[in-house]
C-alpha cells in the first residue's frame, strides 16, 4: 500500500516537474519568436497560463505536503503533543465540511462552460477549469484521512514530531 | 463590518491558528462568507480560477524560484563567494563584507530572500565560522541580515506580488528598488565593520593583484547574469515576467555548459522542488484572490481610507503609521499573506493622501524583509536554523544591531522619497 502511494507521489511530482520545464520553454520560445523573429507567437501566452493553473493545483491537490504549505503555525508548534491532535481534528473536519459544501456548486460552475472554448488554441473551457474540480476532491480526501488517523493513533502508531508535517 | 464578514474573519484566523495552511484557511473562510451571506458559494472557485487564469504577471514566481533552486544547484554561490573575498576579505571586518557584498550581487540574480539564505548563505557562513573565525550566531545573524537584500534589489518577487494587488508597474517597482538595496547593504557593513573591533575579527589574506583577473574571469559569467535581467527589461527586451524566463535559462546554460556542475539527476530535482514551492505561493495568492473580493465587497479599503483622511495625516506621518502596522504584522505573519490581504485594504489610503504607489510598494516590501528576521516569527532565522543548526536563541541574540540599522535605513527611505523614485524618474516614471 505504502509503496503504491510512494510511487503514485513520485509520478505526480514529475508531472508537476514537466508543467514547469514546459512553461520555462514555452517563455522561451516566446521571447525568441518576438524579439529575434520579430513574429509574435499568440498561443504561448494562453498555453503558460493554463499550465499555470494546472501547475498551482495539480501541486496542491498531489504535491505540496503540510509542511511545504505556508502556515502560521507559532502556536500549533508551542501546544503539547495532545492538544495539537485535538487541534488538527478540528481543522480538518472544519476543512472538509467547507470543502464539500463548496463541491457541488463549483463543479456546476466549471461543466457550465461546456459551451466556450478558449480564445486561441480552442480548448474547451471546462477542460481547462476542472483541475479545480480535481483539487477539491483531493484536500476533502486527504483532510477526511487526516482527521481519521489523528482520532484513531493506533492505526498511526508513531505520530512522531517530524509526521505532524507531513 | 458585516456580521457574516466577522464570521469569515474568525474561521480564517482559528483555523490558521490551529495549523491549517494559510491558504486553505483562507478558501474556507471565504466559503463560510458566501454560505452565510446567501450567495453562490461557487463565486469563491469562480475567482479562484479566474484570477490565477488572467494574470499573467504571477507567472513569473515560479521561474524566478527554478532560476534561484538551480543557482544554489549549481557552483554559481560559490564562484561569486571567491570573487567577494579578493575584492573586500582583507578589510577589517573581510568575511562579513563579503557576506554582504555577496548578498548584494546574488539579489540581482533572485528574487526570494529565503533562496538567498539557504543558497549563498549557507556557503558563506561555513567559510565565517571556519577555524572558530566569527562566532555563529554572528555569521548566522549577518547572513540573515543581508538576505533581506535579496527581494528588494531587482528581480523580486514580493515586488511582482505587489504589482498584481496595487496595479503599480513591476518595471519601475523593479528599479525603484536598486538605490534602497543598496542602502541597506551600506548600513549593514558599516554595523560589521563597528561590531569586527568588539569581536576582534580576523582579516583575509589580501589576494595578490595578479591573480585578481583569472578569480573576476571565473566568477564574470555570474556577475553579468544582474546585467542581462536589467538590459533585458529597460531594454525593451523582454517583459518583466518573461525576465524569470530568462533568468531561469541563463542559469541553467551557466550550471550545465559553462561550469557543467548540475547532473540531469540534480536537475529534475531541482524542478520538483521549485514545482512543489511554485504551487504553494500560487495556492496563497489564489486564495487571497477570492478573499480580497470578499473585502472589496465590504466596502472595507473605502472605509479605511475615509478613516484616515478624517486623521488628517501628512504622507510622512501616514507611512510611519504603515511601518510600524507592517513590522508588527512581519513579526507574526508571513510577508506574502501580508502583501496580499494587507496592501489592497491600504491602496486606496494611499491615492486619497497622495502617496505614490511605487513608494509605497517598495517601503512595504522593505518592512516585511526585515519581518522575516524578526522573532518570534521570522522565516529566514528559521531557514538559516534549518540548514546550518546553529541555534536560534545565539543568532536571534546577534541579530538584533543589524535589525537597528536596517530600520534606520527604512525611516531615511521613507522620509526621502526621492532616494526611491529618482531611477524610475530617469527612466520615465511620471509619479
Avoid at chain 2, 524566478?64 to 549549481?74: C, P
Wanted: aromatic letters at 10%.
Amino acid at each position: 500500500m505504502t509503496k503504491i502511494l510512494n510511487w503514485m507521489k513520485g509520478m505526480a511530482d514529475n508531472i508537476a516537474a514537466g508543467i514547469l520545464a514546459v512553461m520555462a520553454l514555452t517563455f522561451v520560445l516566446q521571447i525568441i519568436s518576438r524579439y529575434v523573429l520579430a513574429d509574435p507567437l499568440g498561443w504561448t501566452v494562453e498555453l503558460l497560463l493554463t499550465l499555470w493553473l494546472w501547475l498551482v493545483f495539480w501541486a496542491g491537490a498531489f504535491c505540496v505536503k503540510d509542511s511545504d504549505h505556508i502556515r502560521f503555525d507559532v502556536l500549533y508548534i508551542a501546544t503539547p503533543s495532545k492538544v495539537q491532535r485535538i487541534f488538527a481534528v478540528i481543522a480538518s473536519v472544519v476543512i472538509v465540511v467547507g470543502f464539500v459544501y463548496s463541491f457541488l456548486p463549483t463543479i456546476d460552475y466549471i461543466t457550465f462552460y461546456k459551451i466556450k472554448k478558449s480564445a486561441i488554441m480552442k480548448i474547451r473551457l471546462d477542460y481547462v477549469f476542472s483541475i479545480y474540480g480535481v483539487f477539491i476532491i483531493a484536500i476533502v480526501v486527504r483532510y477526511s484521512w487526516r482527521a481519521i488517523a489523528y482520532i484513531y493513533p493506533p492505526t498511526y502508531k508513531k505520530i512522531t514530531d517530524e509526521e505532524h508535517y507531513t | 463590518m458585516s456580521a457574516e464578514f466577522t464570521l469569515c474573519l474568525v474561521v480564517v484566523f482559528l483555523l490558521a491558528a490551529l495549523g491549517a495552511p494559510v491558504a486553505i484557511a483562507m478558501i474556507v473562510g471565504a466559503i463560510a462568507y458566501l454560505a452565510a451571506s446567501g450567495q453562490d458559494v461557487a463565486l469563491a472557485g469562480e475567482q479562484i480560477i479566474q484570477g490565477v487564469y488572467n494574470s499573467f504577471i504571477l507567472l513569473a514566481v515560479p521561474l524566478f524560484i527554478v532560476a534561484a533552486n538551480i543557482m544554489n544547484a549549481g557552483s554559481i554561490s560559490e564562484r561569486l563567494l571567491n570573487f567577494c573575498v579578493a575584492i573586500v576579505g582583507h578589510l577589517r571586518g573581510g568575511l562579513g563584507h563579503v557576506n554582504v557584498v555577496s548578498s548584494l550581487i546574488f539579489s540581482g540574480m533572485s528574487g526570494s530572500a529565503v533562496a538567498d539564505a539557504a543558497g549563498v548563505g549557507k556557503v558563506v557562513i561555513e567559510m565565517m565560522t571556519k577555524d572558530g573565525r566569527y562566532k555563529p550566531g554572528y555569521a548566522a545573524a549577518l547572513t540573515a541580515a543581508s538576505a533581506t537584500i535579496g527581494p528588494i534589489i531587482p528581480p523580486s518577487i514580493p515586488m511582482v506580488i505587489y504589482a498584481l494587488v496595487s496595479g503599480a508597474s513591476v518595471g519601475y517597482l523593479f528599479i525603484a528598488g536598486l538605490v534602497p538595496g543598496v542602502l541597506m547593504g551600506i548600513v549593514l557593513m558599516v554595523m560589521n565593520r563597528i561590531q569586527s573591533t568588539r569581536l576582534n575579527a580576523v582579516m583575509e589574506k589580501k589576494v595578490p593583484l595578479r591573480e585578481l583577473p583569472g578569480i573576476t574571469w571565473r566568477a564574470f559569467p555570474t556577475l553579468m547574469m544582474p546585467a542581462i535581467l536589467l538590459y533585458g527589461i529597460y531594454g525593451g527586451v523582454t517583459t518583466p515576467t518573461e525576465a524569470a524566463a530568462v533568468a531561469a535559462s541563463y542559469a541553467l546554460f551557466l550550471a550545465a555548459v559553462v561550469y557543467r556542475s548540475i547532473s540531469w539527476a540534480e536537475l529534475v530535482v531541482v524542478f520538483r522542488q521549485s514545482a512543489v514551492s511554485s504551487a504553494s505561493v500560487g495556492l496563497v495568492i489564489s486564495a487571497a484572490l477570492i478573499f480580497n473580493y470578499i473585502v472589496a465587497t465590504e466596502n472595507i479599503p473605502t472605509q479605511i481610507a475615509g478613516l484616515l483622511a478624517t486623521w488628517d495625516l501628512s504622507t510622512f506621518q501616514f507611512l510611519m503609521a504603515v511601518n510600524v502596522i507592517f513590522l508588527l504584522l512581519g513579526c507574526l505573519l508571513d510577508a506574502t499573506t501580508v502583501i496580499l490581504v494587507i496592501v489592497p485594504l491600504l491602496v486606496p489610503a494611499c491615492r486619497e493622501l497622495g502617496v505614490d504607489l511605487i513608494h509605497f510598494g517598495v517601503i512595504a516590501v522593505v518592512n516585511l524583509m526585515i519581518g522575516l528576521i524578526t522573532p518570534p516569527y521570522g522565516v529566514l532565522l528559521f531557514v538559516i536554523n534549518g540548514t546550518t543548526k546553529i541555534p536560534l536563541a545565539s543568532i536571534i541574540k546577534e541579530v538584533v544591531p543589524f535589525i537597528g540599522v536596517l530600520l534606520v535605513a527604512l525611516v531615511v527611505m521613507t522620509a526621502f522619497p526621492d532616494l526611491v523614485l529618482f531611477l524610475p524618474r530617469v527612466f520615465g516614471y511620471a509619479g
